[in-house]
């Protein structure tokens, strides 16, 4: 997790995880986990990819423990 301030929003790294482009990781995500994220590359004109997704907080908490239920299986 990197940190974050004033934001509804977590970026998160996850080299560790996969070498994938943050588009590609997304949309697997989305595919195989039902949790959706944010590229971080969409933000820049070139598509920069650093490896970060974003993910949004502002959510229910049972939302929220469902997708941390489900992202542990990454």
Do not use: H, W
């Not at 990197?2 to 994938?20: A, H, M, N, R, W």
């Amino acid at each position: 997790m990197l940190p974050c301030y004033g934001s509804y929003f977590l970026s998160v790294t996850y080299d560790k995880i996969t070498q994938e482009k943050d588009l590609n990781f997304a949309r697997r995500l989305i595919t195989d986990f039902k949790v959706a994220t944010i590229p971080v590359s969409a933000f820049y004109t070139k598509n920069i990819d650093y490896g970060v997704l974003r993910l949004c907080f502002a959510k229910k908490n049972e939302t929220l423990v469902k997708a941390v239920e489900k992202l542990i299986k990454v």
